[in-house]
């Protein structure tokens, strides 16, 4: 069974190098990137991955943060051999409107033309804890991105709204309990939306992938084995 992922805001899928590598060395991950210079809509980054599903093969879709909406709205279309979702501190609607409305007025090309102090960058992403050489790496990636692509994927978060819709695979939410950037709220969107849901949660910042790599990808890892065990 292949482990379909989906990145956050970056788009660029780097930043899962670490929960990749202690991954079962039996299971196959597959990172759909999003294109770094288009602008491109929910809707249409939903067809941009829908494209690049398997399509001979069982697969799981792990979509971390800004994906959620992708996965859930590719859910909604029931793909075939889709087995199940793994939500990573994700949402369904704008997750937290003073922080969003906050981005939306701060000057965001001068910020990030010159990037983020590191302070700013442990205390509302990565954790007090991330090494320099995590910080150095989501700097880079930050630099490297084009202004207009992160300015218009905020703006899609900022606009989104929840969806009624029941999703009835197995979902699978991934909540670090120190995320300063999704409300807990979001999280009773899906529990709402999702009546198959089992919440696994981890003490770290908004990007537990990258703090907590090791601990979120042995819970991956062991719900992978039982969807497997099933079919």
């Known amino acids: 069974?292949?482990?379909?992922?989906?990145?956050?805001?970056?788009?660029?899928?780097?930043?899962?190098?670490?929960?990749i590598k202690n991954l079962s060395k039996n299971m196959t991950a597959t990172c759909i990137s999003y294109p770094e210079q288009e602008r491109l809509s929910y809707s249409e980054l939903v067809e941009h991955v829908r494209c690049r599903l398997p399509t001979n093969e069982d697969f799981v879709i792990?979509?971390?943060?800004?994906?959620?909406?992708?996965?859930?709205?590719?859910?909604?279309?029931?793909?075939?051999?889709?087995?199940?979702i793994v939500f990573v501190a994700?949402?369904?609607?704008?997750?937290?409107?003073?922080?969003?409305?906050?981005?939306?007025?701060?000057?965001?090309?001068?910020?990030?033309?010159?990037?983020?102090?590191?302070?700013v960058v442990r205390k509302w992403m990565l954790?007090?804890?991330?090494?320099?050489?995590?910080?150095?790496?989501?700097k880079s990636i930050l630099r490297r991105l084009p202004i207009k692509t992160i300015k218009f994927r905020l703006?899609?978060?900022?606009?989104?709204?929840?969806?009624?819709?029941?999703?009835?695979?197995?979902?699978?939410?991934?909540?670090?309990?120190q995320d300063r950037l999704v409300t807990d709220d979001n999280y009773i969107d899906f529990v709402n939306t999702c009546?198959?849901?089992?919440?696994?949660?981890?003490?770290?910042?908004?990007?537990?992938?990258?703090?907590?790599?090791?601990?979120?990808?042995?819970?991956?890892?062991q719900r992978m084995n039982q969807i497997s065990g099933k079919n």
Request: proline share 8%.
């Open 90 to 119: 994700s949402f369904l609607r704008n997750p937290n409107r003073v922080f969003m409305r906050l981005m939306r007025l701060l000057p965001l090309s001068i910020i990030l033309r010159y990037s983020p102090p590191d302070f």
């Open 155 to 177: 703006q899609e978060i900022y606009k989104l709204s929840l969806v009624e819709f029941m999703l009835n695979y197995p979902v699978y939410y991934i909540k670090p309990l």
């Open 127 to 138: 954790g007090d804890e991330a090494s320099h050489e995590m910080v150095l790496k989501f």
């Open 195 to 221: 009546p198959n849901i089992e919440l696994f949660t981890l003490d770290g910042p908004h990007f537990i992938l990258q703090s907590n790599a090791e601990s979120c990808a042995n819970y991956v890892n």
């Open 1 to 19: 069974m292949r482990l379909i992922l989906l990145p956050g805001l970056d788009g660029t899928g780097e930043l899962f190098s670490e929960f």
């Open 62 to 84: 792990l979509a971390e943060s800004f994906s959620g909406p992708i996965a859930f709205k590719l859910a909604q279309a029931e793909p075939k051999h889709l087995q199940a």
